[in-house]
């Protein structure tokens, strides 16, 4: 199993990114797939989840409205799009598996800041 992420970077308050997850090792379009979190000195904060088929989706209160979960299976990858960022989003953004164990990428930086 391999989960790679990439699309971080630093962006202005207010500002947008997607972040992409790209799967490999496994039947991606039978798992649901999770986007977590990790703040500076924070537990690890389940951001958004998305079922097999995409049809159904679940986010945190603190990025409801804001970030859109989407998956394209043909595609092996799972995205994150983050609209109107907010500096309290600064956090290592992390692509999650649950394949009898929890299988984890690597994560990718996102920084807001002025």
């Known amino acids: 199993v391999q989960l790679v992420e990439s699309g971080g970077g630093l962006v202005q308050p207010g500002g947008s990114l997607r972040l992409s997850c790209a799967a490999s090792?496994?039947?991606?379009?039978?798992?649901?797939m999770r986007w977590y979190r990790q703040r500076p000195g924070k537990v690890r904060e389940l951001v958004a989840h998305?079922?097999?088929?995409?049809?159904?989706?679940n986010y945190a209160n603190s990025v409801k409205g804001r970030f859109t979960i989407s998956r394209d299976n043909a595609k092996n990858t799972v995205y994150l799009q983050m609209s109107n960022l907010k500096p309290e989003d600064t956090a290592v953004y992390l692509c999650?598996?649950?394949?009898?164990?929890?299988?984890w990428g690597q994560g990718t930086q996102v920084t807001v800041s002025s």
């Open positions: 090792g496994f039947t991606f379009s039978s798992r649901a």
């Open positions: 999650n598996a649950f394949i009898g164990n929890d299988y």
């Open positions: 998305i079922s097999s088929a995409g049809g159904s989706t």
